[in-house]
């Protein structure tokens, strides 16, 4: 777990100039008149931010900068003395503790917690109660969806933001005013363990899911008040060297603005010093911008400002980080509003990879549930679900309940990890009695507390130094795919496998990344072919992990240029690339033109393209844009995402799809300036970003 994850924090910030720059605000330590401005909720807010600072002594203004957390343990249990001694210097935020705490007992304790300390503060300051939410709220007896990368590959913003709707109104109904999310980092490492934490390897795409995200939280409630706030994250952190968790970064300063800082750009402008000890931390980090410490251990940096009110240039930058806690606690309605806590399934993430005609199934009298994670909820490092209390949602339930528990045959073969305990032999027998075999197999990437943590080799904390199966999960495949059973594979896990040798034998490829609590059920649905698959990859699949890291929007350099064979051993870098992913149907792109062929740089260009459903059944598809400029001063992608839109055609009909690009979305950055070249833009469109699946180009020149 990270030990000091200093967050910065993102909402806009007013024009609230500090009261005084005196250490001390100038009524410090005064009772407070009920007349006070602070306490009118009519006036303006920059005048309650004013006043209230300048009645705020020192200790009270380095307490808003931190938080206390880890408060309950399992059982809703809170240690009061623990949070006392915390408590002294951290009134800023208040955040859970363990994730496997019942919403229902959890909140009422917390919410308790809260309006006591409301009460208690001298100046009445409320906390602002913070939590992580990757699949949902971090306490049980709320919703599990399918984590970030999951939610990438579904392509539908639309079904984003609903599921955002869902998340905020729980986090909502758990009195939790600010999440931990949008994780906005670029997926550019495939041995980075927290990929499913993120939307994918495309820093454009990556921005549209995290702006459908930030806006639909911090949507208003009817009292004019943001619903949950919202933090960008992690700064800068998808390429670490290795894969390693926190480890550094690596680039040019073209590079950093047009990757992997592009999601952050117009938010964040300073990046967080390396630092020697607490204090120094505390003071460089405060100078970089950083306004509020969420720590996991204690004592925290920030607390030890506590004795630095004459040191140069912390007075003037304390006051103004309090300012901007304050306005979040105002904007939320902390100060004006009763604390007292008012106590879908994913199908279109779930990603087809192969099929040979084998999907949907149809008529099956018996089958074989092989693999050692057909029968766990595969959620992510952040979910408050445990594998070994919450049962029949599992892949291997969902069969169950689609066939009869008779019918359905589950050896789990092999174990996760460890390469002991093996029974191949009966899991092949099971495949010829059966004559069809589902297989489960990848990575664990679940909770801290979870029972399976200790299989983990995905998610936080992990390097994938290989892309292959963990253990003998291959083996287990090899010895199945041998028999010519018709052989399904499932795969799950927030990460790229390497595809290319055994799993190719089987019959399709199915992967689902992360599991909600209904991909078990979704699952059984698109192999029954009730619902059409629909999800299309934000990560391209390496051929193989020697080879990495591959990524499709990479330079005209880093290559010899389209069709190069660079890599002597092999045809292709990748085996399946970013946007891909098939359906039961077939669809044909035509007639693809744009409204205009010149272009001033403040104009949109329109793209217009049929779609047709060559098949049999209905589908969605996803119209996916790439552009390339043809001449630029700096080497830039050959090509880039910059539109998609997901569409439903009905079998045997088509549909016109437009799709808007404004031209400043065509620039770049050049030595931390950005620019975009009056010239030629070659724009591509298809239904993955494989040259083979894009039209010819279409031109537009900006004049
Ligand atoms: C709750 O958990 C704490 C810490 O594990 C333990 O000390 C305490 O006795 C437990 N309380 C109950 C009521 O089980
Ligand atoms: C922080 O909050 C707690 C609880 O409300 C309070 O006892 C403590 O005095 C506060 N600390 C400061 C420095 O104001
Ligand atoms: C800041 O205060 C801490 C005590 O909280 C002290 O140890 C440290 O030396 C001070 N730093 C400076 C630069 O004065
Ligand atoms: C498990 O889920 C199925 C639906 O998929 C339901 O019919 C069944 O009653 C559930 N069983 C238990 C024990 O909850
Ligand atoms: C699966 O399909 C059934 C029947 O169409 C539907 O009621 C259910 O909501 C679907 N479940 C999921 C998780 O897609």
């Not at 030990?3 to 806009?12: D, E, K, M």
């Not at 801290?448 to 983990?456: F, M």
Request: hydrophobic fraction near 40%; include cysteine; glycine fraction near 10%.
């Amino acid at each position: 777990m990270e030990l000091y994850l200093l967050i910065l924090v993102l909402f806009a910030i007013g024009s609230a100039q500090a009261a005084s720059n005196s250490a001390d605000g100038a009524l410090c330590g005064k009772a407070v008149p009920k007349s006070a401005t602070y306490l009118k909720p009519k006036a303006s807010r920059d005048k309650r931010i004013q006043d209230l600072l300048s009645r705020m002594c020192w200790d009270e203004k380095v307490a808003q900068l931190g938080g206390v957390g880890g408060l309950l343990s399992q059982n809703s249990s809170l240690n009061v003395q623990d949070y006392r001694e915390k408590a002294q210097l951290h009134n800023g935020t208040i955040s859970p503790g363990s994730y496997l705490n019942y919403a229902e007992e959890a909140v009422p304790v917390l919410s308790d917690l809260i309006v006591a300390s409301k009460k208690e503060h001298r100046l009445g300051i409320p906390y602002v109660h913070i939590a992580d939410a990757v699949n949902g709220p971090t306490l049980r007896g709320t919703t599990l969806f399918p984590s970030t990368l999951s939610m990438g590959m579904s392509w539908n913003l639309p079904l984003y933001t609903k599921v955002a709707e869902v998340l905020r109104d729980e986090l909502v109904a758990c009195g939790i005013n600010w999440v931990l999310s949008p994780e906005v980092d670029v997926a550019r490492d495939p041995r980075n363990g927290r990929i499913g934490e993120m939307y994918g390897e495309d820093p454009w795409l990556n921005s549209e899911y995290a702006a459908a995200y930030i806006s639909t939280m911090q949507e208003e409630d009817s009292d004019g008040f943001m619903k949950v706030a919202t933090t960008i994250k992690h700064y800068l952190y998808g390429t670490s060297i290795g894969g390693v968790n926190q480890a550094s970064m690596l680039g040019g300063v073209n590079h950093i603005y047009n990757i992997l800082a592009l999601p952050y750009i117009n938010v964040f402008k300073k990046v967080t010093p390396a630092t020697t000890n607490l204090n120094d931390a505390g003071i460089k980090s405060l100078a970089a911008g950083v306004q509020l410490e969420l720590a996991i251990g204690f004592p925290t940096a920030f607390e030890s400002l506590a004795g630095n009110q004459t040191v140069a240039g912390v007075v003037q930058n304390v006051n103004e980080a309090v300012t901007r806690i304050l306005e979040l606690k105002f904007k939320l309605g902390l100060f004006d509003k009763s604390l007292e806590a008012d106590a879908k399934a994913l199908k279109e993430s779930i990603v087809l990879l192969k099929n040979d005609g084998v999907l949907p199934l149809d008529s099956v009298k018996k089958v074989a549930v092989l693999g050692p994670l057909a029968d766990v909820i595969n959620t992510g490092t952040y979910a408050a679900w445990t594998n070994k209390e919450n049962g029949n949602n599992t892949l291997l339930d969902a069969i169950k309940a689609e066939y009869g528990e008779e019918n359905v045959n589950h050896i789990q073969g092999v174990r996760i990890v460890d390469t002991d305990g093996a029974d191949i032999d009966t899991a092949v027998a099971a495949a010829e009695e059966a004559g069809l075999a589902i297989v489960a197999l990848g990575s664990v990437a679940v909770g801290w507390e979870d029972s399976l943590v200790g299989y983990r080799t995905d998610g936080e904390g992990n390097t994938h130094a290989s892309l292959k199966l963990p253990g003998l999960q291959e083996q287990l495949l090899e010895a199945i795919t041998a028999t010519g059973v018709p052989t399904i594979l499932v795969l799950t896990g927030g990460q790229a496998f390497e595809l290319h040798d055994s799993a190719q034998d089987a019959q399709a490829i199915l992967h689902v990344f992360h599991s909600g609590e209904e991909t078990g059920r979704a699952l059984v649905n698109i192999t029954t072919g009730r619902v059409n698959p629909s999800g299309k990859l934000t990560l391209t699949f390496p051929a193989r992990s020697e080879i990495n890291p591959v990524y499709y929007n990479r330079e005209q350099s880093d290559w010899q240029g389209a069709g190069a064979i660079q890599f002597p051993y092999l045809e292709k870098n990748y085996i399946y690339p970013f946007g891909y992913g098939l359906s039961y149907t077939t669809f044909e792109f035509s007639g693809a033109s744009l409204d205009k062929s010149s272009y001033g740089t403040k104009d949109k260009v329109t793209l217009t393209v049929k779609v047709s459903n060559t098949g049999k059944v209905d589908g969605q598809e996803v119209v996916q844009v790439y552009f390339r400029q043809k001449v630029a001063p700096l080497s830039l992608p050959v090509k880039r995402l910059i539109g998609f839109s997901k569409v439903l055609v009905s079998a045997g009909s088509s549909k016109t799809v437009k799709i808007s690009i404004p031209v400043q979305d065509l620039g770049y950055w050049l030595d931390g300036k950005y620019k975009v070249d009056k010239g030629t833009y070659q724009l591509f469109v298809g239904d993955s970003s494989a040259d083979s699946s894009l039209s010819s180009a279409l031109t537009a020149v900006v004049a």
